[in-house]
């Protein structure tokens, strides 16, 4: 028999969606809980008062939360080394830093030193689960797969598929871009923890014949994930009414076969009545990031509307354009994009979103996204006295509520003292 291992500290998970159901029906709480972990699974969590007997037991002790690691929705491996960079609306930041940021990664080299990185970030910030771009770089896409596998990172990674409207070093044909991501969906999709995704960039840089390209793909691998851009500018949105006049945003994608329930869509701040109910009905989900399209100027996303369409929604740091790996900010913006709007989004309806929320995006929550049994054991042991302040309002929280709110609006990668995917240790800062 496997040994069983007990973590012993306050334990908080979400278990159901809070947008549905009572907020006291949608998460368990333990001032003083267990998590049993046994063969990378959970084996079961509770009130230390019912731990199973028999076990070993980690004490914690009472400033540790035990947490689900962060799901991030979307963002940009490459981007990561131009976070902050300052001005100008999505088109032209597009074009004065993210093209000449990603036409770097056709140096290999480069490519490796930041996805190292990459990861690092992720995991001090207690992101354990993430869907990725990378460039449209076959090479550098590798290497991204490959330092998620040696870190048992769990991922979605797709190298991005441009083929016009971009400069000449990062724009490919339609059958290449075709071509190398055929060979690393074969290469990596569902290797271990990794995933591919399908992903054009959006429909200002695809030709009509890459997306045709890009819906061959999906139709051969059905399971594979689809990851693009949609509605994110108003700009964008008029300039994809020049570029394919005939439709709407959302029916570019769908007329080449690309919304499907394995389809995320980063932004949609801007889509219309019927884009929702199309999206609705394919299944098709969003990335919601708020942090970004405050940092560009993009637009106040509709949360509760795109909900209430019955279209499913995930958080993401959108880095480069958002200006932080920490999901904890992504729930701090989320609320404040909302606030601004007259709606008030509770600390569980938050936490839900960054994690089994995204795990339910990204349709992986039979494994991850919450603190359940016979889920992976990915989870995060936070410090609730990584700093004075933190101590101060931790410890002098009211409730569960209280506290998760604090953690959201102070929280940064300072209160991750441990991360685990798969009950493995992924990373531990002393
Ligand atoms: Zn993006």
Known sequence: MAPVKLFRARVFTPVADPFRVAAADSYLSFDDGYLAVERGRIAGVGPWSEHPSGAT????????????????????????????????????????????????????????????SFFDELLRNGTLCALVFSTVHFEATDIFFAEAERRGFRAIIGKTMMDRNAPEALLEDAKTSYEQSRELLLRWHNRGLLRYAIAPRFAPTSTPELLERAGELKRQFPDAYVHTHISENRNEVEWVHELFPEAEYADVYDDYGLLSDRTILAHGVHLTEEELDLLSRRGTRIAHCPNS?????????????????????????????????????????????QQVQGVSLSPFELWYLATLGGARALSLENETGSLEAGKSADFLVLDLHATPLISIRSDGAA???????????????????????????????P
């Open 57 to 116: 037991a980690v004490d914690l002790g009472r400033e540790a939360l035990v947490i689900p690691g962060f799901i991030d929705t979307h963002l940009h491996g490459p981007q990561l080394e131009m976070i902050g960079s300052y001005g100008g609306h999505l088109l032209e930041w597009l074009n004065r830093y993210t093209f000449p940021t990603e036409a770097k990664f056709s140096d290999p080299k480069h490519a490796e030193a930041i996805a190292k």
């Open 293 to 337: 399209n405050l940092f560009l100027g993009s637009g106040l996303f509709h949360l509760h509307h795109v909900l209430d369409s019955g279209v499913g929604v995930g958080l993401g740091t959108d880095i480069g354009a958002g200006t932080t790996p920490s999901m904890f900010t992504a729930m701090a913006a989320a609320y404040k994009v």
């Open 399 to 429: 409730n569960v509520e209280d506290l998760l709110a604090g953690l959201i609006f102070m929280g940064d990668d300072r209160l991750v003292r441990t991360a685990y995917i798969a009950g493995r240790e992924v990373s531990n800062r």
